[in-house]
T-cell receptor, first 116, second 114 residues
Framework: GAGVSQSPSNKVTEKGKDVELRCDPISGHTALYWYRQRLGQGLEFLIYFQGNSAPDKSGLPSDRFSAERTGESVSTLTIQRTQQEDSAVYLC??????????????FGPGTRLTVL | KNQVEQSPQSLIILEGKNCTLQCNYTVSPFSNLRWYKQDTGRGPVSLTIMTFSENTKSNGRYTATLDADTKQSSLHITASQLSDSASYICVVSAPGAGSYQLTFGKGTKLSVIP
């Protein structure tokens, strides 16, 4: 597809369960980002992948959060033992080259996660 | 801590009217400032991006201004349309190796009514 896609669009889970969110970036984009958007809050940076470099995981809120990326394509964000405070929209973005801040980030539609 | 503050939090205007959204930031040093539009249930879409040396940038009916001295930006929407109803997010980045880490404002929710 032409844009960033994410799946699922909505996920409802029970507290304590693990969830896996998927992101398909724009083809050719070497940089990929995950963000969290809580209700009424600004986007929070979670993790950044750039090519084959070690990812920047500095934004991950706890060790329950992890992410992987296969080469320069699909990425998955995993949240283990979900808590109610994990409820948020998780957005993925990609760009041509992440190190240059003016490179536009293209966002996916997000996955709305609800933890009951 | 780098911050981006937006005002107003929400705004309702009549179709066809103009409006101006405000953004104040404390990010320093500063590299560039972007305005994004986020429709409900969608990801943000870039409207404008300005470096510290630019004062204004337009994209159709959207015009962004930047005063790097006072660390303020505004987004002016002309002749509003119903489709302008969305959240408008101000985003600032610092220069350097960590410049991909953007600082996002909470957004202004704009509702355009007939």
């Amino acid at each position: 597809g032409a844009g960033v896609s994410q799946s699922p669009s909505n996920k409802v889970t029970e507290k304590g369960k693990d969830v896996e969110l998927r992101c398909d970036p724009i083809s050719g984009h070497t940089a990929l980002y995950w963000y969290r958007q809580r209700l009424g809050q600004g986007l929070e940076f979670l993790i950044y992948f750039q090519g084959n470099s070690a990812p920047d995981k500095s934004g991950l809120p706890s060790d329950r959060f992890s992410a992987e990326r296969t080469g320069e394509s699909v990425s998955t964000l995993t949240i283990q033992r979900t808590q109610q405070e994990d409820s948020a929209v998780y957005l993925c973005a990609s760009s041509l080259q992440g190190a240059r801040s003016y490179n536009e980030q293209f966002f996916g539609p997000g996955t709305r996660l609800t933890v009951l | 801590k780098n911050q981006v503050e937006q005002s107003p939090q929400s705004l309702i205007i009549l179709e066809g009217k103009n409006c101006t959204l405000q953004c104040n930031y404390t990010v320093s040093p500063f590299s560039n400032l972007r305005w994004y539009k986020q429709d409900t249930g969608r990801g943000p879409v870039s409207l404008t991006i300005m470096t510290f040396s630019e004062n204004t940038k337009s994209n159709g009916r959207y015009t962004a201004t930047l005063d790097a001295d006072t660390k303020q930006s505004s987004l002016h929407i002309t002749a509003s349309q119903l489709s302008d109803s969305a959240s408008y997010i101000c985003v600032v980045s610092a220069p350097g190796a960590g410049s991909y880490q953007l600082t996002f404002g909470k957004g202004t929710k704009l509702s355009v009514i007939p």
